[in-house]
Protein backbone atom coordinates (compact mmCIF):
# COMPACT_ATOMS: atom_id res chain seq x y z
CA UNK A 1 0.00 0.00 0.00
CA UNK A 2 1.67 3.00 -1.09
CA UNK A 3 1.82 6.03 1.51
CA UNK A 4 -0.41 8.48 -0.18
CA UNK A 5 -3.25 5.77 -0.43
CA UNK A 6 -3.08 4.96 3.51
CA UNK A 7 -3.11 8.45 3.59
CA UNK A 8 -5.97 9.34 2.11
CA UNK A 9 -7.98 6.22 3.82
CA UNK A 10 -6.69 7.48 7.14
CA UNK A 11 -7.86 10.59 6.62
CA UNK A 12 -11.15 9.21 5.86
CA UNK A 13 -11.87 7.07 8.07
CA UNK A 14 -11.35 9.84 10.95
CA UNK A 15 -13.64 12.54 9.50
CA UNK A 16 -16.09 9.67 9.02
CA UNK A 17 -15.67 8.89 12.76
CA UNK A 18 -15.70 12.48 14.30
CA UNK A 19 -18.83 12.87 11.44
CA UNK A 20 -20.62 9.73 12.81
CA UNK A 21 -19.42 10.40 16.71
CA UNK A 22 -20.95 14.35 15.92
CA UNK A 23 -24.06 13.36 14.19
CA UNK A 24 -25.02 10.70 17.21
CA UNK A 25 -24.87 13.14 19.87
CA UNK A 26 -26.55 15.45 18.06
CA UNK A 27 -29.60 13.02 17.80
CA UNK A 28 -29.17 11.55 21.57
CA UNK A 29 -29.37 15.22 22.64
CA UNK A 30 -32.00 15.89 20.42
CA UNK A 31 -33.99 12.92 22.28
CA UNK A 32 -33.19 14.45 25.83
CA UNK A 33 -34.30 17.69 24.71
CA UNK A 34 -37.94 16.96 23.34
CA UNK A 35 -40.58 17.87 26.26
CA UNK A 36 -43.99 18.35 25.53
CA UNK A 37 -44.88 21.62 27.30
CA UNK A 38 -42.35 23.51 25.75
CA UNK A 39 -42.36 24.19 21.89
CA UNK A 40 -38.61 25.85 21.74
CA UNK A 41 -37.45 23.06 23.19
CA UNK A 42 -39.09 20.53 20.18
CA UNK A 43 -38.08 23.94 17.82
CA UNK A 44 -34.57 23.16 18.88
CA UNK A 45 -34.66 18.85 18.89
CA UNK A 46 -36.25 19.28 15.74
CA UNK A 47 -33.26 21.40 14.15
CA UNK A 48 -30.66 18.87 15.94
CA UNK A 49 -32.48 15.88 14.08
CA UNK A 50 -32.48 17.42 10.36
CA UNK A 51 -28.88 18.47 11.16
CA UNK A 52 -27.50 15.44 12.94
CA UNK A 53 -28.99 12.65 10.41
CA UNK A 54 -26.95 13.71 7.47
CA UNK A 55 -24.07 14.31 9.48
CA UNK A 56 -23.83 10.85 11.08
CA UNK A 57 -24.90 9.69 7.53
CA UNK A 58 -22.19 11.47 6.22
CA UNK A 59 -19.35 10.38 8.45
CA UNK A 60 -20.86 6.25 8.14
CA UNK A 61 -20.27 6.99 4.34
CA UNK A 62 -16.72 8.57 5.08
CA UNK A 63 -15.62 5.56 7.21
CA UNK A 64 -17.12 3.16 4.00
CA UNK A 65 -14.95 5.09 1.71
CA UNK A 66 -11.72 4.99 3.81
CA UNK A 67 -12.20 1.05 4.21
CA UNK A 68 -12.37 0.79 0.51
CA UNK A 69 -9.72 2.90 -0.39
CA UNK A 70 -7.32 0.72 1.87
CA UNK A 71 -8.72 -2.60 0.50
CA UNK A 72 -8.39 -1.51 -3.10
CA UNK A 73 -4.60 -0.23 -1.94
CA UNK A 74 -3.34 -3.65 -0.81
CA UNK A 75 -1.32 -5.46 -3.07
CA UNK A 76 -3.06 -8.31 -4.91
CA UNK A 77 -1.74 -11.60 -3.57
CA UNK A 78 -0.88 -14.16 -6.47
CA UNK A 79 -0.78 -17.52 -5.95
CA UNK A 80 2.84 -19.21 -7.56
Known sequence: ?????????????????????????MLAVAVTMIDVTASDANIGAGILVVVGTPVGIAGLLGIIVGVLARLSARPSRTSP
Open 1 to 25: MSTRSRTVATVFSTFGTVLLATGFV
